[in-house]
């Protein structure tokens, strides 16, 4: 189970940290790490939380986080298919941006973040610009859903996926890429450290190797690497368009969105973790958005 997020903030978290990781745990050491009310709520599937689609009125023009969903081949070791991390991740993040940013982010009746999931052949799907998806290592597209997630690609969406390990979820994760965007035309390429994406708001100098909270007790924070040698080395891999738009960032190797969701949950995960992990993704969102 994950724990959700609270609004609220709390002022100086670590003299020695950097300016923008001390401003990012102000703002949620008070709820997180001081014990605010949170509400855990199940990620473990469609039984006990079911996607959440679209309504008839979509808010794309305040900031949704939209999660793509997508059918799973196998189960990967500590995955959940395409609700891995929902919904917290998703919670936690929209509220996290609303504190840090001036992002206007779009609330439901109940004034939380109106977060959904969408099914790549919607034709809603171009009403959201930014799309996450997890645990691709195990995805699979039919032949509609990858020409639909293709046109959305190429007429400016932005898809980012992240937490799968090892070379065997990467093999898999690329065949089915490669259904969508021909890697002929559109290869896969390393991003640099030095590139501008993660050089935005916060200056980020390492993308972390960010486990699953499981993981980390299982060998009591010891290591971070999920299929040992397998997925040692984490990569941040991109596919661009003809004019160098970043189209399809992918965070293989770690579980970035893990930060989002774990992040009341164990007070040395979320000082590790979860305060950089929100730096990278807000980093992410902000140029995907605005290039």
Same mark, same amino acid.
Not at 140 to 153: M, Q, S
């Given at each position: 189970?994950?724990?959700? $997020? ?21 703002? @949620?050491?008070?709820?997180?790490? *001081?014990?605010?009310?949170? @509400?855990?709520?199940?990620? /473990?599937?469609?039984?006990? %939380? ?5 309504? $008839? ?24 298919? /395409?609700?891995?991390?929902?919904? !917290? ?41 930014? *799309?996450? %998806? ?24 932005? *898809?980012?996926?992240? !937490? ?19 890697? +002929?035309?559109?290869?896969? @390429? ?10 935005? %708001? ?17 060998? +009591? ?28 960032? %992918? ?6 969105? !893990? ?15 979860? @305060? ?11 140029? $995907?958005?605005?290039?």
């Amino acid at each position: 189970m994950g724990r959700r $997020a609270d609004r609220g903030a709390l002022p100086g978290a670590g003299r020695g940290a950097r300016p923008w990781a001390r401003r990012i745990a102000a703002a @949620v050491v008070a709820a997180v790490v *001081l014990g605010g009310s949170t @509400v855990a709520v199940a990620q /473990w599937g469609w039984r006990r %939380m079911p996607p959440r689609y679209p309504s $008839a009125e979509p808010t794309h023009r305040l900031f949704t986080f939209a999660r793509g969903l997508y059918q799973s081949t196998h189960r990967e070791r500590g995955g959940q298919g /395409w609700h891995t991390d929902y919904p !917290d991740a998703d919670i936690n993040f929209s509220i996290r941006l609303s504190e840090l940013t001036h992002a206007p982010v779009g609330v439901d009746r109940r004034n939380e973040p109106d977060h959904v999931v969408v099914r790549l052949t919607d034709a809603r799907l171009f009403d959201y610009p930014f *799309l996450f %998806m997890s645990d691709v290592g195990t995805i699979w597209l039919d032949a509609e859903e990858a020409e639909r997630l293709g046109a959305y690609l190429r007429k400016g969406g932005f *898809l980012w996926v992240d !937490d799968f390990w090892g070379p065997y979820a990467w093999e898999q994760w690329a065949a089915e890429i490669g259904k969508v965007l021909p890697p +002929g035309e559109f290869p896969i @390429v390393d991003i640099p450290i030095t590139d501008p994406i993660h050089h935005g %708001m916060f200056d980020i100098d390492e993308v972390p190797q960010v486990p699953s909270i499981q993981h980390f007790r299982r060998v +009591g924070g010891m290591t971070t690497s999920e299929r040992g040698s397998l997925s040692a080395e984490v990569n941040v891999r991109g596919i661009y368009d003809d004019h160098g738009r970043l189209m399809v960032l %992918m965070t293989h190797n770690t579980d970035i969105a !893990d930060g989002w969701e774990r992040e009341g949950e164990d007070y040395e995960f979320f000082y590790r973790f979860s @305060v950089t992990s929100y730096a990278i993704g807000i980093n992410f969102l902000l140029h $995907a958005m605005t290039h």
